[in-house]
């Protein structure tokens, strides 16, 4: 099986590279000229955006093809007070360069919209806001020129005080999105509310790839094993039909990766990732699983994937592929 690493965002190793630099509301309405504040956001998501094509070409230099996305790329987006402002015409050829460089490079890219998105919600309000949410997050992929193999992820959301009439609602407006939106979306279990077992009956419902988190199932998984011999089997299902961009290769499974922060705070993420359970994971599914992605959510990010695969190297019976790949 061969595995790659990626990481979110963030790089502790490229110096003054944000790509989520952003303005304040407060500061944004503080200034007079509202033509010129729009200027301002512009320039912002343009720098946003540059600084993201500076990290993919370090993710190129040490070989890492997994990437996510700030969703902070445009400041203010989605705020109330800019209802009327659409800056994907300014931004364009930003985004139109970043996504050429992710082709060029095989690079897979993917966003994971904020925790207020979320279609199981029973206020209209927020659903509205949610599905805004997501027609912008593809509207940037679309920019980016990225295919349907670049996707976004998201929860399902919380239970509302009952987890099926959440889960049904949730069915019913996943099912009701744009097929743009549709196809470009991946679900993950979360650590509080939707188990493994849970988000994978609605992935098989809708039909849409799953991100198993690991940590997560580990903190929520009411008796479930993730690498059994039912489940993983079942979210491998999920992903066939899945392309990589420019090429009929099927797309590779993703999950994700963290380790607890500490006995006390076991659901929050730790600077670094503990190999251990994540290799004891990965050579449960090995059999079954020809190549799989694995998003590291480490709070030292790129610094955290250097660490793992320096330790990943003195296990000798696993064989270094590159920077930020292995086999198993």
Not at 115 to 129: E, G, I, K, N
Not at 270 to 275: M, N, S, Y
Request: aromatic share 6%.
């Amino acid at each position: 099986m061969i595995v790659r690493l990626g990481y979110v965002a963030m790089s502790m190793q490229v110096s003054n590279a944000s790509p989520s630099k952003t303005m304040t509301a407060a500061s944004f309405d503080k200034l007079n000229n509202r033509a010129a504040a729009v200027r301002k956001l512009e320039r912002i998501a343009i720098e946003n955006i540059h600084n993201t094509l500076r990290l993919l070409k370090h993710n190129r230099a040490h070989d890492i093809e997994l990437y996510r996305c700030s969703s902070k790329l445009i400041p203010l987006r989605g705020h109330e007070m800019l209802n009327d402002w659409n800056p994907m015409e300014v931004l364009a050829e930003a985004f139109a360069e970043l996504g050429s460089y992710a082709i060029k490079n095989a690079m897979r890219l993917s966003f994971h919209p904020d925790h207020f998105t979320v279609l199981s919600t029973p206020r209209a309000d927020v659903l509205a806001s949610s599905l805004k949410d997501l027609d912008s997050h593809v509207t940037m992929l679309e920019a980016m020129g990225l295919d349907e193999s670049a996707k976004c992820n998201i929860h399902m959301g919380g239970m509302y005080g009952d987890k099926k009439i959440a889960s049904q609602r949730f069915i019913d407006r996943f099912k009701a999105l744009p097929e743009r939106i549709r196809n470009r979306m991946t679900l993950e279990n979360d650590d509080k509310t939707f188990t493994a077992s849970e988000t994978l009956e609605v992935c098989e419902v809708t039909h849409t790839p799953m991100v198993l988190d690991i940590h997560h199932h580990e903190v929520n998984h009411e008796e479930e094993i993730a690498d059994s011999a039912v489940l993983w089997p079942r979210i491998l299902q999920t992903w066939k039909g899945q392309t990589e961009q420019g090429t009929q290769l099927e797309l590779p499974p993703k999950i994700h990766v963290s380790s607890p922060k500490s006995e006390k705070d076991a659901r929050s993420h730790a600077d670094f990732i503990d190999p251990g359970p994540l290799l004891t994971f990965l050579r449960s599914i090995a059999p079954l699983t020809p190549r799989v992605d694995v998003m590291i959510e480490a709070k030292k990010k790129d610094d955290a994937l250097f660490q793992l695969m320096k330790e990943i190297s003195e296990e000798p019976e696993l064989e270094v592929l590159n920077q930020a790949s292995f086999k198993l």
